[in-house]
């Protein structure tokens, strides 16, 4: 059963317009979660996270929402940038449940930004 | 530079062949984990260990085993290799007293089984 879902497979956006990456959950005991950006033959690298006690953080382009009520969070990058075409995968970790606060990955969303 | 260092990138096995696929960290980093990504699958844990000393299973550990040499490395070995373990396998660190529970991947390692 699926604790992390990236439910869209893939996203094609214009440069300059926004992309949103979205990411639910089903176990509430999740408390951290982080959005990684993997390369192709690269391994996935951090981009951005937020505890369960807040509902945004912002880096620069990146932006994570948490909707704690819906178990929902969303990445937003604005403006989007051709570099910006990755995989982005969405995580969540319980930090103090039993699984020693390991990290639950979705499957991933392939984002292409086209010039 | 600091980091997660696998060998090999990349190595073919025949079906029934064992191998060893090797992790280093130089970051001090307590925790060391091992995935493997599959088309569709996303990043599926294997083995972890939380501490030197320690390892424990993930949700994928069948076919495998680990070993955590001392607190810079972590080994994992496939006793004898069969298709279903082509995949792309990414080690990563990460030590939660700085208070990042981010982890550090790996370049990966591409193993193919024919």
């Known amino acids: 059963d699926q604790q992390v879902k990236q439910n869209s497979p893939s996203l094609s956006v214009q440069e300059g317009r926004i992309s949103i990456l979205n990411c639910d959950y089903t176990n509430s005991m999740f408390d951290y979660f982080l959005w990684y950006k993997k390369y192709p033959a690269e391994g996935p690298t951090f981009l951005i996270s937020i505890s369960s006690i807040k509902d945004k953080n912002e880096d620069g382009r990146f932006t994570v929402f948490l909707n704690k009520s819906a178990k929902h969070l969303s990445l937003h990058i604005v403006p989007s940038q051709p570099g910006d075409s990755a995989v982005y995968f969405c995580a969540a970790s319980a930090r103090y449940g039993g699984s020693q606060g390991n990290l639950i990955f979705g499957k991933g969303t392939k984002l292409s930004v086209k010039p | 530079n600091a980091g997660v260092t696998q060998t090999p990138k990349f190595q073919v096995l025949k079906t029934g062949q064992s191998m060893t696929l090797q992790c280093a960290q130089d970051m001090n980093h307590n925790s060391m984990y091992w995935y493997r990504q599959d088309p569709g699958m996303g990043l599926r844990l294997i083995y972890y260990?939380?501490?030197?000393?320690?390892?424990d299973k993930g949700e994928v550990p069948n076919g495998y085993n680990v070993s955590r040499l001392n607190k810079r490395e972590f080994s994992l070995r496939l006793e004898s290799a069969a298709p279903s373990q082509t995949s792309v396998y990414f080690c990563a660190s990460r030590t939660i007293q700085t208070g990042n529970y981010g982890y550090t991947f790996g370049s990966g390692t591409r193993l193919t089984v024919v």
């Open positions: 260990s939380a501490s030197e000393g320690t390892t």
